[in-house]
């Protein structure tokens, strides 16, 4: 009875990650096209119109870091950071326990330096929520959003790094148990 429940609690637990990550992607290419769309806009309207509506920058700015920030996300639980791998190639070639190590070490300090980060973002965020700011040229637009979705990022942020190192840690042990199972023959 409790193996259904843990199996249902996981199958639940994966499909909200599966709900999350797609919401995620929906808000790049959205954010993404709203900003290819403003840009445009305001290219015809300089150049061939010859009729400057100055807001249209400043939205597309906006837009623009809204979604890169949840993009931070999105890369996350890709895994599409870029990465220096000349040294771990060196290091880790040919040795998948050693490989595992260091992914395992990898992740552990991704979320140290994330777990650092969080709280100037969190009291940044409630600082933008007591004390909302509007935009200059867009006024009715609330930039305090950004500060709030800079949390919230770094939040996903922190989610996916800890899916992805707990899948790390699972490899790193059946790695060694395979690595112990094949010194000790019985």
């Given at each position: 009875?409790?193996?259904?429940?843990?199996?249902?609690?996981?199958?639940?637990?994966?499909?909200?990650?599966?709900?999350?990550?797609?919401t995620?992607?929906?808000?790049?290419?959205?954010?993404?096209?709203?900003?290819?769309?403003?840009?445009?806009?305001?290219?015809?309207?300089?150049?061939?119109?010859?009729f400057?509506?100055?807001?249209?920058?400043?939205?597309?700015?906006?837009?623009?870091?809204?979604?890169?920030?949840?993009?931070?996300?999105?890369?996350?639980?890709?895994?599409?950071?870029?990465?220096?791998?000349?040294?771990?190639?060196?290091?880790?070639?040919?040795?998948p326990?050693?490989?595992?190590?260091?992914?395992?070490?990898?992740?552990?300090?991704?979320?140290?330096?994330?777990?650092?980060?969080?709280?100037?973002a969190?009291?940044?965020?409630?600082?933008?929520?007591?004390?909302?700011?509007?935009?200059?040229?867009?006024?009715?637009?609330?930039?305090?959003?950004?500060?709030?979705?800079?949390?919230?990022?770094?939040?996903?942020?922190?989610?996916?790094?800890?899916?992805?190192?707990?899948?790390?840690?699972?490899?790193?042990?059946?790695?060694?148990?395979?690595?112990?199972?094949?010194?000790?023959?019985?």
């Amino acid at each position: 009875m409790r193996e259904i429940q843990v199996s249902h609690l996981k199958a639940i637990l994966k499909s909200i990650l599966n709900g999350v990550q797609a919401t995620e992607g929906i808000i790049c290419a959205l954010g993404l096209m709203i900003t290819t769309l403003l840009i445009f806009a305001q290219v015809v309207n300089r150049y061939f119109l010859h009729f400057e509506i100055m807001w249209f920058s400043d939205l597309a700015l906006y837009v623009f870091v809204f979604f890169m920030l949840i993009a931070a996300a999105v890369a996350t639980w890709r895994e599409g950071h870029v990465a220096v791998e000349f040294l771990r190639d060196r290091i880790v070639r040919g040795r998948p326990v050693v490989g595992a190590v260091y992914r395992v070490l990898l992740d552990v300090m991704s979320i140290a330096a994330l777990c650092a980060i969080l709280p100037p973002a969190y009291r940044f965020m409630r600082r933008a929520m007591k004390y909302p700011e509007y935009g200059t040229l867009v006024r009715w637009f609330n930039t305090s959003w950004l500060q709030i979705t800079l949390a919230i990022a770094l939040l996903l942020v922190l989610v996916h790094l800890l899916v992805i190192a707990r899948r790390d840690i699972a490899e790193l042990a059946r790695r060694l148990r395979n690595a112990s199972s094949s010194r000790n023959p019985q």
